[in-house]
Structures are given as structure tokens and as C-alpha cells.
């Protein structure tokens, strides 16, 4: 067996795992994380464009969900890194679903070093404003949808005041109208972030209808959003008093456990309050 | 100098109107592969209909060797090479992928004579009607009914 036919495997290997990740949990994320490291000699030598940018976008995920801030900063290297090469070799346009992807590892790298929450989200902010730019000249509803959703999770971490909660909820709502019907997994997650919009403004029964809507979607294949949906189903039934909210609480709870996510469970342990 | 006019306009129209349908037959053919390939990263959809990263990186990959002139074949196999055949949304017809095309028909088999066998056979509920009774039968029968008022 040849060295470039070892390192496909192990390529394709790191993307099973990343996709085993979100059902099977942290050991998945361990073995991705481990299978890219161990191919990014072979990949950044053998000059193929396309591996690379394979290989980045993988490399960009799995950091980003480890969780721990020195990695998550790595995954941000990585992330910029695609954008760069996709904007190189491809038309600028073309670097919007990338650039969202950036703006997520800002927004989550705000949740896991609150103490740099302000500058996190500040540079999120700042790199929404091309994204948007870009997105509308390539004028597809498609990446408007997604660098909607990405600007209004970014808003929404920033907001507060019912103002600029209102601005998180009007990228959401603009992003969804958008959102391909053909593609129910990413409109599932995106209707995360607008369930959240929803719930910070008081609209309780619409986050619950929203967030109840994606639980069929994630069932089968995927614990980890599963989880996230559960647990603003909880802030959203707990928001109305229905005691039904314990009992999805607690399933998120376990679900996170399963999964091995601890920073995860840590978050979700305060989510009622 | 009119008929000039209509005919650069002509050319032009034409021109647009095949540059338009290249660039239609392209993306119907990125679309076409896309829905063959499994979304990596997706729960249960094609590269065709996901809006990931991913999905969107796939389908510019397809976009750009049907440009540089590979088959669907050559297209297909390079992702099954970075992927492995899981990728596939229809599993290959040997090894393991033989299984699975095997087994459907075969399921379907046993399933239509099992069921052919049910509806066949009469339901244990449903039992044949008791024949009509003699006409001394029915005379008891009357007899019995009138005791009974």
C-alpha cells in the first residue's frame, strides 16, 4: 500500500469520526482530531487544492467542538486559513459558507473564555460585515440564509437590550424565509439560534413551536444538536410555566452526558436558572 | 444599417441564449452527481441537498472537474477516495453493498408470499356461516321463542 493511498483512508477515517461525533460523542471528536493531525503533512505537501481545503474545513470543525480554548484558537488559524485559500483559488463569493464558519468558532470561543467574550464577539461582529456583503453579491438565498443565521447567533450573544435582541431576531427570521426546504438538517440547526432569538424576547410558545419542529430531524442521526434543541425546549416550556420542562431538561442533560461533552453539560446544568 | 442591427442582436441573443443553456447543463450535471453522494457531515441527506460547508465545497469540486472534463465515474471515484464508500448514496453492487442490493429483493420476496399465505387463508375470527336450519328446526326454534315470551 503506497503512502498517498494510507493517508486517503485516513482522510475519509477523520470524517467518518467527525460525523460519528455527533452521535456517538467525545471519543469520535478524539479520533477525528487525531486522524487529521496525523495526514496534514501528506495533505499541505501533496499540492492538491481541493484535499486541503477538505482537510482545513475538517481540521476548522473538529477544534471547534473540543471545547478548550487553546485548540478552539487553532480551529480560528484554520478556519481564516480556508477562507484564504478558498478565496484564492475560487471566486471571493464563493468563501461565504467558509466565512460563517469562522464567525462560529468567534461566537463559541465567546462562550468557552468569557472573559474575552467582548473581543470575540466584537471581531465576530466585524467579520459579519463582509460575509453579508459578499452574500448578497452573490446573490444567492442559500449563503443569505446562512450568513443571516451566523450574524444573528453573533447579534443575539451580544445583544442587551430588547433592541438589539429584536436585530438578532430579524437576521434569524430573514435567514429562515431563506433557507433552502431541501436542506431540513441545516435549517434544523439554524432554527436553533432562531428559537433562541425567539425565547430572549419573551416569544416563549413560538421558540417552543419552532424548536419542536427540529427533534424529528436530529433523532436518528444526531445526539449532539438533539441535545441543544432540548434544552431550549426546556427554557422554552420552563418560560411558561409547564412542568414538562424538567423532564426535557433532563434529557438534554443525559443526552450530554452520553456524549461525553462536559463543557456542554456544565452549560446546560444552569440553563433554567 | 436596420437589418445590421437586427442581425448583431440576433447573434447576440443567440449567443446568450447558448452560453445560458452551457451554464444550465453544467449545474444540472453538479446536481445530478451531488444527489449520488452522501453529505459527510449531514444527517441522511445528499451533497445535493445540504447547505453545509461541506456540501457546498463538494459540489464546487464536481463543478470544477466536470470543467476540466471528468466523467461522472472519475468524479464519483475521487470522493470515494477522500471518503471512503460511505459517501455512496447508493451502496456498490459487491462485498458488503452486494448484501444489501441482495437482500432488498429477497425481503421483498418472503414478504409477498407471507402475505399472499394470509390472505389466502381465512382469519380465525372469521368463521363460515351455520347452515340454514331444517324445518323442524325451525319450528323448535319458534316454539322456544314463544316459551320464552
Known sequence: MTSAAVSVDRLGGAWSALRAFFFDGMPALERATEALASVEGAVRSAGDGDRLILWLLGTATALRYSRRPEPMEVGLARARELVNVVGRTQDETTTVPYRTLVEGVYRDLAWVVPSEAGAYLDQGLEYTERTMRLAKRAARDEWLAQAQASRGDLLLEYATDRRSRRRALTAHEDARRRWPLRDPYGRAQAAIGYGGALLSLGEATRAETVVRETLPVFAQHDRYHQAAARVLLARSLYAQDDSDALDEHAAALALYRALGCRWELARAETALG | ?149
Open chain 2, 1 to 149: 444599417m436596420r437589418r445590421a442591427r437586427f442581425v448583431v442582436a440576433s447573434l447576440f441573443l443567440t449567443f446568450l441564449a447558448a452560453t445560458t443553456a452551457v451554464a444550465a447543463s453544467t449545474e444540472d450535471q453538479v446536481y445530478a452527481i451531488a444527489r449520488e453522494l452522501m453529505c459527510p457531515v449531514c444527517a441522511g441527506q445528499t451533497v445535493a441537498e445540504s447547505n453545509s460547508a461541506l456540501a457546498v465545497q463538494m459540489r464546487q469540486i464536481i463543478r470544477e472537474r466536470l470543467q476540466q472534463g471528468q466523467t461522472r465515474e472519475e468524479i464519483i471515484a475521487y470522493f470515494v477516495g477522500q471518503f471512503g464508500e460511505h459517501v455512496l448514496a447508493t451502496p456498490p453492487r459487491r462485498g458488503a453493498g452486494l448484501l444489501i442490493w441482495l437482500t432488498l429483493p429477497a425481503a421483498l420476496c418472503v414478504g409477498l408470499a407471507v402475505l399472499r399465505r394470509f390472505v389466502r387463508r381465512p382469519r380465525d375470527g372469521a368463521r363460515p356461516a351455520p347452515p340454514n336450519p331444517t324445518p323442524r328446526e325451525a319450528e323448535q326454534i319458534a316454539r322456544k321463542l314463544r316459551e320464552m315470551d
